[in-house]
């Protein structure tokens, strides 16, 4: 029998959709690896007594972690508390703690090389993160210690994958240079090569429309052909810059296993239309996988059962290996 490595998943923000789609899943859903739930045991049981859910789980003392022997198809919660007397509240700082000591037990369990595989819930970058990192990305390359990594959104038609995340468009421009747009290619040439065998089919977007600027500088000619003339040379398959209006044309994106773009909504914004749901945000660059379902915490949905679980079911597909 395949010895499955275990599913690390951190609940995140405790007021969002997470148990709400997780226990959607794990109804309908036969997974084969163990599951390391990281949550607070109040709140997921809260959450399976008001969505009439039927799950068992086995709490582990995390003392003793590395001495459990687990086995497939199975979860196991390791308690972080956390009191909240509603099921649920808005999300607030409150949470800040909670989450903190969430993501350090599961780094702690990752430089163990248990295993490789982590997933986290969807988190309030207003509170959490506030104006200390620009996303979870970022996040855990700090925590990490990892200088080169990306951001892709994918889905295995066509993924994505900006060159800058979270940032004003004010900023974008200031931030765009060769070396990170090599830097990135390569990090994400050598996730293609380790996780699908095979070499990416990369596409790069311009800056400005069509390619163009009136300004005496053009980002497009300075930075970004010479980037790509670069890669190029060193024999990545990439082609570019495209102007992003007609690049996600349906004869356009087929030859194309990702498409990097100058910036966050550049390139997620056709892709979300695209497969709406049908997506998982993966980190390259980390020494472990990191994935993610493609949405936020949706507060203006708790409690209402009508969220939609199929990205996070994508993110345990893609690690139930």
Same mark, same amino acid.
């Given at each position: 029998?395949?010895?499955?490595?275990?599913?690390?998943?951190?609940?995140?923000?405790?007021?969002?959709?997470? %148990? !709400? &789609?997780? =226990?959607? #899943?794990?109804?309908?859903?036969?997974?084969?690896?163990? *599951?390391?739930?990281?949550? +607070? /045991?109040?709140?997921?049981?809260?959450?399976?007594?008001?969505?009439?859910?039927?799950?068992?789980?086995?709490?582990?003392?995390?003392?003793?972690?590395?001495?459990?022997?687990?086995?497939?198809?199975?979860?196991?919660?390791?308690?972080?508390?956390?009191?909240?007397?509603?099921?649920?509240?808005?999300?607030?700082?409150?949470?800040?703690?909670?989450?903190?000591?969430? %993501? !350090? &037990?599961? =780094?702690? #369990?990752?430089?163990?090389?248990?295993?490789?595989?982590? *997933?986290?819930?969807?988190? +309030? /970058?207003?509170?959490?993160?506030?104006?200390?990192?620009?996303?979870?990305?970022?996040?855990?390359?700090?925590?990490?210690?990892?200088?080169?990594?990306?951001?892709?959104?994918?889905?295995?038609?066509?993924?994505?994958?900006?060159?800058?995340?979270?940032?004003?468009?004010?900023?974008?421009?200031?931030?765009?240079?060769?070396?990170?747009?090599?830097?990135?290619?390569?990090?994400?040439?050598?996730?293609?090569?380790?996780?699908?065998?095979?070499?990416?089919?990369?596409?790069?977007?311009?800056?400005?429309?069509?390619?163009?600027?009136?300004?005496?500088?053009?980002?497009?000619?300075?930075?970004?052909?010479?980037?790509?003339?670069?890669?190029?040379?060193?024999?990545?398959?990439?082609?570019?810059?495209?102007?992003?209006?007609?690049?996600?044309?349906?004869?356009?994106?087929?030859?194309?296993?990702?498409?990097?773009?100058?910036?966050?909504?550049?390139?997620?914004?056709?892709?979300?239309?695209?497969?709406?749901?049908?997506?998982?945000?993966?980190?390259?660059?980390?020494?472990?996988?990191?994935?993610?379902?493609?949405?936020?915490?949706?507060?203006?949905?708790?409690?209402?059962?009508?969220?939609?679980?199929?990205?996070?079911?994508?993110?345990?597909?893609?690690?139930?290996?």
């Amino acid at each position: 029998m395949k010895n499955y490595k275990p599913i690390i998943i951190v609940a995140g923000e405790p007021n969002s959709v997470f %148990f !709400e &789609i997780f =226990l959607k #899943i794990i109804k309908n859903y036969k997974f084969r690896s163990p *599951i390391i739930l990281i949550a +607070s /045991k109040n709140l997921i049981k809260k959450n399976i007594k008001f969505f009439k859910s039927k799950i068992n789980i086995n709490e582990v003392d995390y003392s003793n972690f590395k001495l459990i022997k687990m086995k497939l198809n199975t979860i196991y919660l390791i308690d972080i508390k956390y009191n909240q007397n509603k099921i649920f509240e808005k999300i607030s700082k409150k949470s800040n703690k909670y989450i903190k000591k969430s %993501f !350090e &037990i599961a =780094l702690e #369990i990752l430089n163990t090389k248990i295993t490789n595989k982590f *997933i986290n819930g969807p988190i +309030s /970058k207003k509170y959490f993160l506030r104006k200390n990192f620009t996303g979870i990305t970022e996040y855990l390359a700090k925590k990490t210690n990892s200088k080169n990594v990306s951001m892709i959104i994918y889905n295995k038609l066509l993924s994505v994958s900006p060159l800058t995340t979270h940032l004003p468009v004010k900023h974008i421009a200031k931030k765009i240079t060769k070396s990170k747009i090599i830097n990135h290619v390569k990090t994400i040439n050598s996730f293609w090569v380790k996780h699908f065998k095979k070499k990416p089919r990369i596409a790069i977007t311009g800056l400005n429309p069509h390619c163009e600027s009136i300004d005496k500088f053009n980002e497009d000619d300075k930075i970004i052909r010479p980037s790509i003339k670069f890669l190029k040379k060193h024999r990545y398959n990439v082609l570019g810059p495209f102007p992003a209006d007609t690049l996600f044309l349906k004869n356009n994106r087929k030859k194309f296993d990702i498409v990097i773009g100058m910036y966050h909504d550049q390139v997620l914004t056709p892709a979300k239309t695209l497969f709406e749901y049908d997506a998982i945000n993966i980190t390259a660059g980390l020494p472990f996988i990191r994935v993610s379902p493609d949405h936020g915490p949706n507060e203006q949905m708790l409690g209402m059962n009508k969220s939609n679980s199929l990205s996070l079911l994508r993110s345990i597909q893609f690690l139930d290996f």
